[in-house]
């Protein structure tokens, strides 16, 4: 069998950029980049010794390793068993690497340099879009990740903390940016649509202000029937359909159940963008429905057809 068909070490020299003393305990997470696996994992995870000293088993496939360690920006190394030219190779001693796995061999040790994180402030400003009044109480939430907003794995893969404040009086408040992670700004009132924005380092040069619309409100019920047999369906929970991005439920949600007729109770419906809401029930598949809330009248009744599992489903 050919040596190609074998994992190859990897052998790391993990050292803080600001003072070359080495780094312990980096977790060093690797995966194969495939179409069903295209995001690093916490499997098979190797962490940095002592002397910053760190040996991985690369497979033979293209494969991606991110390092993790908390006070540090994530640092990054990919390994490309398909052909790459020499210019496609990053430079050694940089926090973002790329190596060919046919030149992994024992012999050699390459350096990398893990930057500690930098903490930006950032003022913030929530005011009523309409008309420029400040917001009061307004939750903030500031999260950072790398692939996908992934909140309460902080400690474990070494992210910043996650912030959660709150705006005063006058619609002001204060976040902190870190380096190297994108960083996202979450702001949520009830009754208002909630806004996302990605939050950059140069905001710190002026107060970066966050608009909020005032959301509207129709009464409606939902209906819920057995899409073959269309005879009404109990114990159906129909909520909305939240973009949550790893934080938990946002202050307009909703969630009701229905009755021995199908009917859930009257629930109010807000303008928000988007207005999607699903149902769930055992032994029916999950359904999703988006409304057009210009189209809803109050007191309407929303038919809601969910499908019966067969056997194996």
Same mark, same amino acid.
């Given at each position: 069998?050919?040596?190609?068909?074998?994992?190859?070490?990897?052998?790391?020299?993990?050292?803080?950029?600001?003072?070359?003393?080495?780094?312990?305990?980096?977790?060093?997470?690797?995966?194969?980049?495939?179409?069903?696996?295209?995001?690093?994992?916490?499997?098979?995870?190797?962490?940095?010794?002592?002397?910053?000293?760190?040996?991985?088993?690369?497979?033979?496939?293209?494969?991606?390793?991110?390092?993790?360690?908390?006070?540090?920006?994530?640092?990054?190394?990919?390994?490309?068993?398909?052909?790459?030219?020499?210019?496609?190779?990053?430079?050694?001693?940089?926090?973002?690497?790329?190596?060919?796995?046919?030149?992994?061999?024992?012999?050699?040790?390459?350096?990398?340099?893990?930057?500690?994180?930098?903490?930006?402030?950032?003022?913030?400003?929530?005011?009523?879009?309409?008309?420029?009044?400040?917001?009061?109480?307004?939750?903030?939430?500031?999260?950072?990740?790398?692939?996908?907003?992934?909140?309460?794995?902080?400690?474990?893969?070494?992210?910043?903390?996650?912030?959660?404040?709150?705006?005063?009086?006058?619609?002001?408040?204060?976040?902190?940016?870190?380096?190297?992670?994108?960083?996202?700004?979450?702001?949520?009132?009830?009754?208002?649509?909630?806004?996302?924005?990605?939050?950059?380092?140069?905001n710190s040069e002026s107060?970066?202000?966050?608009?909020?619309?005032?959301?509207?409100?129709?009464?409606?019920?939902?209906?819920?029937? #057995?899409?073959?047999?269309?005879?009404?369906?109990? #114990?159906?929970?129909?909520?909305?359909?939240?973009?949550? #991005?790893?934080?938990?439920?946002?202050?307009?949600?909703?969630?009701?159940v229905s009755n021995e007729?199908?009917?859930?109770?009257?629930?109010?419906?807000?303008?928000?963008?988007?207005?999607?809401?699903?149902?769930?029930?055992?032994?029916?598949?999950?359904?999703?429905?988006?409304?057009?809330?210009?189209?809803?009248k109050d007191g309407e009744?929303?038919?809601?057809?969910?499908?019966?599992?067969?056997?194996?489903?």
């Open positions: 069998m050919q040596s190609g068909c074998f994992p190859r070490p990897l052998d790391l020299q993990l050292t803080d950029a600001s003072d070359n003393k080495p780094v312990e305990g980096v977790t060093i997470n690797r995966h194969s980049v495939t179409l069903l696996s295209l995001l690093a994992t916490d499997s098979n995870a190797v962490q940095s010794g002592p002397g910053g000293e760190a040996r991985i088993w690369v497979p033979p496939f293209n494969t991606k390793l991110t390092l993790l360690q908390s006070g540090f920006e994530p640092a990054t190394i990919d390994v490309f068993n398909s052909k790459t030219t020499d210019n496609m190779l990053v430079s050694s001693n940089s926090a973002h690497q790329t190596f060919r796995f046919q030149d992994l061999d024992e012999k050699t040790t390459h350096n990398m340099k893990l930057a500690p994180v930098k903490f930006v402030p950032i003022q913030v400003r929530v005011v009523e879009k309409s008309n420029g009044d400040p917001i009061d109480d307004a939750e903030i939430s500031a999260t950072t990740f790398l692939y996908l907003p992934m909140p309460g794995i902080e400690n474990r893969w070494g992210f910043p903390d996650l912030q959660t404040m709150r705006s005063d009086g006058d619609g002001h408040t204060q976040v902190s940016h870190a380096s190297g992670f994108r960083n996202v700004l979450t702001v949520r009132k009830p009754g208002y649509q909630e806004v996302r924005q990605d939050l950059d380092a140069s107060e970066l202000l966050i608009q909020l619309r005032q959301l509207q409100k129709k009464t409606v019920q939902f209906k819920v029937l #057995n899409s073959q047999s269309n005879q009404p369906i109990p #114990n159906v929970v129909v909520r909305l359909n939240e973009q949550r #991005n790893g934080l938990a439920s946002g202050p307009n949600e909703f969630a009701v007729d199908g009917f859930t109770p009257l629930v109010p419906i807000q303008n928000m963008m988007p207005l999607v809401i699903e149902t769930e029930c055992a032994g029916y598949h999950r359904f999703s429905l988006g409304l057009d809330w210009r189209a809803l009744v929303i038919k809601v057809n969910v499908r019966k599992k067969g056997w194996f489903e």
